[in-house]
């Protein structure tokens, strides 16, 4: 059974940084690919950040080079550093891994940026 344990949401002020990571245990071969989606009230849920397991990564046009995503292989685990927030980056946070033929999801974590 595969698990994604979300951690690294909270509060923050505009213009603030956070970290989040994500880690995967359970029955894996290998992963294909990883990444954060993010889903507002009332929007649907959105690409944040992917990265595969060559180290290819693709970003949410709104992210404009705020945020970095990585991935440590020997963890599986991946992290989403959050610089320079904007309340419209309030969210719930996602994370996903692409376990051939199977997609996983976490539970999620808030984000919350004030203004």
């Known amino acids: 059974q595969v698990q994604l344990v979300e951690s690294g949401g909270g509060l923050v002020q505009a213009g603030g940084s956070l970290r989040l990571s994500c880690a995967v245990s359970?029955?894996?071969?290998?992963?294909?690919?990883m990444g954060w989606y993010r889903q507002a009230p009332g929007k649907q849920r959105e690409l944040v950040a992917r990265?595969?397991?060559?180290?290819?990564?693709n970003y949410g046009d709104f992210v404009k080079g705020r945020f970095t995503i990585s991935r440590d292989n020997t963890k599986n685990t991946i992290y989403l550093q959050m610089n320079s927030l904007k309340p419209e980056d309030t969210a719930v946070y996602y994370c996903?891994?692409?376990?051939?033929?199977?997609?996983?999801w976490g539970q999620g974590t808030q984000v919350t940026v004030s203004s």
């Open positions: 996903n891994a692409l376990i051939t033929p199977y997609m996983y």
């Open positions: 359970g029955s894996i071969f290998s992963i294909n690919a």
């Open positions: 990265i595969t397991s060559g180290g290819s990564t």
